[in-house]
């Protein structure tokens, strides 16, 4: 059997070590069992689209058609809360029905993430809200209902390792996603 | 025929008012032709899902596949960024090929947000980042190229208009996405 191709989303492509941690994780599927399509390595020249960002757009979206699975990175970027291009992704690929797994190297629950950034105010009877009067998800998740709820409606959870690097240098919760992976891939 | 129905996707549940801006929205939605999905609006007891969480989002879910079309509200929130659950939903509903339309209520482009709120340094020649070294898109974008790119696919751009309301209580973006919508079910 083919090995299974799985795209590799999240703000890694935003880091000054883009490249680099790309080469990691691709090097981790080949040594896991699959193929790790990397949003970067995209032939743009052959992309369709009339500037660079419809290119990336539409070669991103041939590799997620392409891929049979997911591992989403979605550790906090510029704020409390995953990179929205990663969240498009992550739904982008629940509704075609493929497998998504995802991992966050930010252990802390997004309620206590909002509640340390924006401040929390109310409940025990109403919402508990954030001090801007924003109500708060308090579901114990890693990020909004809709990005766990993906992986809880496939009947996995986010992993949410404790790590030693901040950011999204490590990569033990992307090794989790990939042994869930070969368990879901019988490999 | 049936009025086209629109899910009403944005971080309008997560506001004081949002019950009430949900009625605001579905009103407008029967002037405009339409019939308006408000995710506040399910049945949850009869949702699948173990908990709450898994209940709202699978009502959501069920929401979307039956909307014809959907109109994203991509307001930063709680950040430069738009709501990762509204990012989950555009990529979801682009992804089964429905038209997705989206307005947001700061005009200012990403890139402007991003180096406010975060810094900005490096380019011309290289990439520019923020005070973290993380790469900043610098394609005039409302929000991440991947959520302007499944409207710019689809022949549409992202509505940013010149509100004089702050935050989501400002309705003419939302308009004028039901006035594509018209255009785009010739109503």
Redesign the interface.
């Known amino acids: 059997m083919a090995k299974p191709k799985i795209y590799l989303s999240g ?1 890694d ?4 070590d ?1 490249r680099a941690i790309g080469l990691r994780k691709k090097r981790l599927c080949e040594e896991f069992g699959f193929v790790g399509l990397y949003p970067l390595d995209h032939d743009l020249a052959a992309a369709p ?1 009339a ?4 290119k ?3 070669a ?2 041939a590799l997620m058609r392409q891929a049979d699975a997911g591992i989403f990175n979605l550790t906090p ?9 990663s ?10 029905g493929k497998p998504v797994f995802a991992y966050t190297n930010n252990s802390a629950a997004l309620f206590d993430r ?1 509640a340390a ?2 401040g929390v105010h109310g409940a025990p009877e109403g919402e508990y ?2 001090a801007q ?5 308090n ?1 114990g ?1 890693a ?8 992986l ?2 496939q009947g996995r959870r986010v992993i949410r390792p404790d790590v030693t690097l901040p950011g999204c240098g490590d990569l033990d919760g992307f090794m989790a996603c990939l042994r869930q992976a070969q368990a879901h891939f019988s490999i």
């Open positions: 703000p492509v935003f880091l000054p883009a689209g500037t660079l960002d419809e990336i757009f539409s991103n979206v970027f510029r704020g409390v809360n995953a990179d929205p291009g969240a498009f992704e992550a739904g982008f690929m629940a509704a075609l909002v950034a924006h809200c954030d009067g924003l109500s708060i998800e579901f998740n990020d909004n209902l809709m990005l766990d709820g993906a809880k409606a």
